[in-house]
């Protein structure tokens, strides 16, 4: 049934970022010796292979506005589903992000004024980037991610290795513009910290809405113009993962 698949997309947005910010909040570096850069970079990573192949085969596990929006522009998705997937996506952050903070919270130095894993730009760039920087990265950024998905999500592809290819490029990706922005490619991943945070996070939050959105249509768009077959089936993306037509 339909409603199932907004309750996957919740509970897979609820746990990339729970897990993901809760990495880069709790563990990047505890106390001396934390997990960094390239632990958070991982663990986002590690999401969404995890969820993928949890819940691949109910929703598709898109996890992110910016791939919802982008697999419909590429084809591979429905208009009327869009806004019930991206609602569910960003209750399912913003619930996320609410127990983190009750966790982190319970810590004898926490504070919002650390950041929370909110994303940002200029003085909140964590390498202190322009908003043109921070721009141009979530851009090109999240294209490329779509441009992936499409990829090992098309029917010749190397059945069933999907989850990996994308949760690597995920990886990748937060490897690289962590410095700049903190990493978002996901509106739904950055609007639960930034309420939380509220202040420049809620100012900044437009940007982290705009750029990976319109990133992933030109990324999924792009694809669908190199790829040899420009009219797949919606449902194709669905289908590579696991899901029914249905």
């Known amino acids: ?4 698949k907004y309750i996957a997309e919740g509970i897979g947005t609820f746990w990339l970022t729970f897990a993901g910010c809760g990495a880069a909040v709790l563990a990047a570096g505890f106390p001396d010796v934390g997990i960094g850069l390239l632990g958070v970079a991982l663990a986002f990573g590690l ?7 949890a819940i691949g085969h109910v929703s598709g596990c898109h996890l992110n506005p910016a ?3 982008g697999l419909y522009a590429g084809g591979r998705f429905p208009a009327n589903q869009i806004v019930p997937y991206v609602i569910a ?15 982190a919270s319970g810590g004898p130095d926490f504070s919002t004024a650390g950041g929370f894993a909110a994303n940002g730009y200029d003085a909140h760039s964590p390498g202190g980037y322009s908003l043109v920087s921070a721009f141009a990265m979530e851009l090109v950024m999240t294209a490329v ?9 098309h029917g010749k592809a190397p059945a069933g290795f999907a989850p990996l290819a994308i949760g ?11 410095p700049v922005t903190n990493t978002s490619v996901n509106p739904a991943r950055s609007t639960g910290p930034a309420l939380f945070v509220g202040g420049w996070a809620l100012s900044q939050l437009w940007l982290f809405w705009l750029a990976p959105i319109l990133g992933g249509i030109i990324g999924a768009v792009a694809y669908r113009w190199v790829s ?7 449902v194709g993306t669905d289908a590579a993962l696991g899901d029914s037509p249905a």
């Not at 049934?1 to 199932?4: K, T, V």
């Not at 690597?168 to 962590?178: D, G």
Request: glycine content about 8%.
């Open 228 to 234: 040899s077959e420009p009219s797949e089936d919606i």
């Open 168 to 178: 690597l490029a995920l990886t990748l990706i937060h490897l690289v513009s962590i």
């Open 67 to 69: 791939v919802t929006i």
């Open 89 to 103: 996506q960003v209750v399912g952050g913003v619930v996320a992000a609410g127990l983190l903070y009750v966790i």
């Open 145 to 153: 991610f779509l441009f992936v998905i499409m990829g090992a999500t």
């Open 1 to 4: 049934m339909s409603f199932l």
């Open 47 to 53: 999401t969404v292979v995890t969820m993928a192949y």
